[in-house]
């Protein structure tokens, strides 16, 4: 359980959003296969090679605190942590983008709900 949840937190940090979301998927979806006996269909294969692909940047060491009956993760060392503080401070700071920017995105990101609520207004 140590190893699996000190994984997690290492992916956590090191693989991207979509990565995450795809790794979970294909993992449920990897494993009903198995379950199912369809180990020698070709998409196991497929599915294979996502998953080790994803691995290749989850490396670095993981701080974990044991204590007797539990055990707490305290943090992690990588290379490839997307959470390194040199990009910004959660909630805090950031020094990727401006303020004007981010406004920008939003407006972006948001038009198809714009148009949805507009065509649907009397709804």
Same mark, same amino acid.
């Given at each position: 359980?140590? +190893?699996? !949840?000190?994984?997690?937190?290492?992916?956590?940090? +090191?693989? +991207?959003?979509?990565?995450?979301?795809?790794?979970? %998927?294909?993992? *449920?979806?990897?494993?009903?296969?198995?379950?199912?006996?369809?180990?020698?269909?070709?998409?196991?294969?497929?599915?294979?090679?996502?998953? &080790?692909? *994803?691995?290749?940047?989850?490396?670095?060491?993981?701080?974990? +605190?044991?204590?007797? %009956?539990?055990?707490?993760?305290?943090? @992690?060392? *990588?290379?490839?942590?997307?959470?390194?503080? !040199?990009?910004?401070?959660?909630? &805090?700071?950031?020094?990727?983008?401006?303020?004007?920017?981010? !406004?920008?995105?939003? !407006? @972006?990101?948001?038009?198809?709900?714009?148009?949805?609520?507009? @065509?649907?207004?009397?709804?």
């Amino acid at each position: 359980m140590i +190893t699996i !949840k000190a994984h997690h937190l290492l992916e956590k940090h +090191t693989l +991207t959003k979509w990565q995450l979301q795809h790794k979970d %998927y294909l993992s *449920s979806f990897y494993g009903m296969h198995l379950h199912e006996g369809q180990y020698l269909d070709p998409v196991m294969r497929d599915m294979e090679a996502f998953l &080790e692909s *994803s691995q290749a940047k989850v490396t670095g060491d993981v701080y974990v +605190t044991l204590q007797p %009956y539990h055990f707490t993760l305290d943090g @992690i060392e *990588s290379v490839n942590d997307l959470m390194n503080a !040199k990009f910004g401070t959660y909630g &805090e700071e950031n020094k990727s983008w401006t303020a004007s920017e981010a !406004k920008g995105f939003i !407006k @972006i990101i948001g038009n198809s709900n714009k148009i949805y609520n507009q @065509i649907h207004q009397e709804s």
